[in-house]
């Protein structure tokens, strides 16, 4: 467990009166910077953060069901990600870095 990072993806459909939080990771090192969805079930979201031994890694989440269940797609060892972009279900750009 690492201790001092949260990662929470919320949704809200009310104009911002009524969040819900959808995914909740708390002690693992991580946190989602930016989330592309296509439609209302289909997102990815970029992660930056540690791995239990410090060093810096990222990783894509991705969800088919709006986050009811979702998959690592790719992790990104010495590195994070920062960004995603998804102009559809099959195509898109994640952006990052490599630390040395």
């Known amino acids: 467990e690492v201790d001092g990072y949260s990662a929470f993806i919320s949704l809200v459909t009310n104009e ?8 909740n990771i708390t002690g693992q090192g991580f946190y989602f910077n930016e989330i592309s969805c296509v439609d209302e079930n289909t997102c990815w979201a970029v992660t ?12 894509i989440y991705y969800t088919s069901n709006a986050w ?19 102009t559809n279900s099959t195509f898109g750009w994640a952006a990052g870095a490599l630390v040395s």
């Open 48 to 59: 930056e953060g540690v791995d239990n031994t410090g060093a810096g890694t990222g990783s």
């Open 16 to 23: 911002g009166s009524d969040w819900s939080v959808l995914v």
């Open 68 to 86: 009811s269940t979702y998959d690592v797609q790719y992790t990104v060892s010495n590195g994070a990600l920062t960004a995603i972009q998804m």
